[in-house]
């Protein structure tokens, strides 16, 4: 099976002696063993079979069986949430001390885990801009440990250059991982460009229909096995349903990927040539500043996009008060549109320094291009631009 969606239709559990052609739920906690000494040896991992759904469960194997083929990974553990693996996969992997370098245009609760939480634990993290890659040397402590970015960056759609980054993190010893949410496995693999680790929250596009929450990492053997440890202890582990749910969404990712992409695309076009709008960041547009770093690695642009209002905070209010068929929501990756304005909502915590930082001005708004008629979608956001 050697084409992307094959492999995410094809890839299934076994069989069980029903013979189902769409594959059942394994709704249990735990499973029973033939005698003491089967017991014994699946403890020991003498044997690979399912224990307990907290460590492993069919329908959560089968999910990360599905996005390892996907994703190029030798392994990966399946979690409750994004943040989930985003915090498993550091908690894992760092001690006391370690330094963590990551571009400054992070999810923002991405950034809450770097400044507020993990320097309880004196682990600590040191921001680069997206300008500033050329200059990461600078950056690099004796203990730092990893080097993380996003890329396409939430949400100011910055583009990082995966392949320069690969070899810079090889030549330092650095553990380079990659949250590959915004992309998908379809338009990009970080690990083909030298990533360790690659991680998603489920919960976007490859859900894709705003159902169920799961997070997954995959990459390295040795380095899934610490956080599979770490994850098996302290219980951030998917649900059986959920992960039965986005097993089955990996089916129609590459459909419904390719149309996410048609419409943004379209409608990005259209949003450069409007009045209202100072600019307008897609990956794919001749505009970006990174455009050609993102056709290198990305297949297409993918289905965010950012665009600057003129007139500020109050006009970016005030544009979200006008939309009616477009939803007003704090998630992404559905098959309807969302439009957030992420200085009043998602970032407003953070001073106006810190937004510009992170590339947020205060008539920034993030559009989650959906599945509608992109006629339908491009009238909502006209009416609402001319109002």
Same mark, same amino acid.
């Given at each position: 099976?050697?084409h992307?969606?094959?492999?995410a239709?094809?890839?299934?559990?076994?069989?069980?002696?029903f013979q189902?052609?769409?594959?059942p739920?394994?709704?249990t906690?735990?499973?029973?063993f033939?005698d003491a000494e089967?017991?014994r040896?699946s403890?020991?991992?003498? *044997?690979?079979?399912?224990?307990?759904?907290?460590f492993?469960?069919?329908?959560?194997? =089968?999910?990360?069986?599905?996005? !390892?083929l996907? =994703?190029?990974?030798?392994?990966?553990?399946?979690? %409750?949430?994004?943040?989930a #693996?985003v915090?498993s996969t550091?908690? #894992?992997?760092?001690k006391?001390?370690d330094?963590?370098l990551?571009c400054?245009?992070v999810?923002?609760s991405?950034?809450g885990l770097?400044?507020r939480?993990?320097?309880?634990?004196?682990?600590?993290?040191?921001?680069?801009?997206?300008?500033?890659?050329?200059?990461?040397?600078d950056?690099v402590l004796?203990?730092t440990?990893i080097?993380? &970015?996003e890329?396409?960056?939430?949400?100011?759609i910055?583009?990082?250059?995966l392949?320069f980054?690969?070899?810079f993190?090889r030549? @330092?010893? /650095?553990l380079?991982?990659?949250d590959?949410?915004?992309?998908?496995?379809?338009?990009?693999?970080?690990?083909?460009?030298? %990533?360790?680790? &690659?991680?998603?929250?489920?919960?976007?596009l490859?859900?894709?229909?705003?159902?169920?929450l799961?997070?997954i990492t995959v990459g390295?053997k040795?380095?899934?096995?610490?956080i599979?440890?770490?994850? @098996?202890?302290?219980g951030?582990?998917?649900s059986?349903?959920?992960?039965?749910?986005?097993s089955?969404?990996?089916?129609?990712?590459? $459909?419904?990927?390719?149309k996410? !992409?048609?419409n #943004?695309?379209?409608?990005?076009t259209?949003l450069?040539e409007?009045?209202?709008i100072? @600019?307008?960041k897609?990956?794919?547009?001749?505009?970006h500043p990174?455009?050609?770093?993102?056709? *290198?690695q990305?297949?297409?642009?993918?289905n965010i996009?950012?665009?600057?209002?003129?007139g500020?905070? =109050?006009v970016?209010?005030?544009?979200?008060?006008k939309? %009616?068929?477009?939803? /007003?929501?704090?998630n992404?990756g559905d098959?309807?549109?969302i439009?957030?304005?992420?200085?009043s909502?998602?970032?407003?915590?953070?001073?106006?320094e810190e937004?510009?930082?992170v590339?947020?001005?205060?008539?920034?708004? @993030?559009?989650s $291009?959906?599945?509608e008629?992109?006629e339908?979608?491009?009238?909502?956001?006209?009416?609402?631009l001319?109002?």
């Amino acid at each position: 099976m050697s084409h992307f969606e094959t492999q995410a239709i094809r890839t299934q559990m076994e069989r069980t002696a029903f013979q189902e052609h769409s594959n059942p739920l394994f709704l249990t906690s735990s499973f029973v063993f033939d005698d003491a000494e089967d017991m014994r040896a699946s403890f020991a991992e003498e *044997k690979e079979r399912a224990i307990y759904s907290r460590f492993t469960n069919p329908n959560t194997s =089968e999910l990360v069986d599905k996005m !390892c083929l996907l =994703e190029g990974a030798e392994a990966g553990y399946a979690f %409750a949430t994004g943040m989930a #693996a985003v915090f498993s996969t550091f908690a #894992a992997l760092l001690k006391s001390g370690d330094h963590i370098l990551s571009c400054r245009s992070v999810f923002g609760s991405t950034h809450g885990l770097f400044t507020r939480y993990l320097p309880k634990w004196n682990i600590n993290t040191t921001y680069f801009g997206a300008d500033q890659v050329d200059q990461l040397d600078d950056f690099v402590l004796p203990e730092t440990k990893i080097l993380y &970015v996003e890329t396409p960056t939430n949400p100011a759609i910055e583009i990082l250059d995966l392949e320069f980054l690969g070899q810079f993190a090889r030549e @330092r010893g /650095l553990l380079f991982v990659v949250d590959n949410c915004f992309a998908t496995p379809y338009l990009q693999r970080p690990i083909d460009f030298g %990533a360790h680790l &690659v991680i998603h929250s489920a919960t976007k596009l490859i859900d894709g229909q705003g159902r169920v929450l799961g997070g997954i990492t995959v990459g390295q053997k040795d380095l899934i096995r610490e956080i599979y440890l770490f994850a @098996r202890n302290t219980g951030p582990a998917l649900s059986p349903f959920n992960a039965w749910v986005l097993s089955k969404s990996l089916e129609t990712l590459a $459909v419904r990927v390719e149309k996410h !992409c048609d419409n #943004a695309e379209i409608l990005a076009t259209r949003l450069e040539e409007h009045s209202s709008i100072k @600019r307008v960041k897609y990956p794919f547009l001749d505009s970006h500043p990174s455009s050609e770093i993102a056709r *290198k690695q990305m297949k297409r642009g993918g289905n965010i996009v950012a665009f600057e209002l003129a007139g500020g905070l =109050e006009v970016g209010r005030e544009f979200l008060n006008k939309i %009616a068929l477009c939803s /007003l929501s704090a998630n992404l990756g559905d098959t309807r549109t969302i439009v957030t304005h992420p200085a009043s909502t998602t970032h407003s915590k953070l001073s106006s320094e810190e937004r510009l930082q992170v590339g947020i001005t205060d008539g920034l708004v @993030r559009m989650s $291009v959906g599945l509608e008629h992109v006629e339908d979608i491009w009238t909502d956001l006209l009416q609402a631009l001319n109002n």
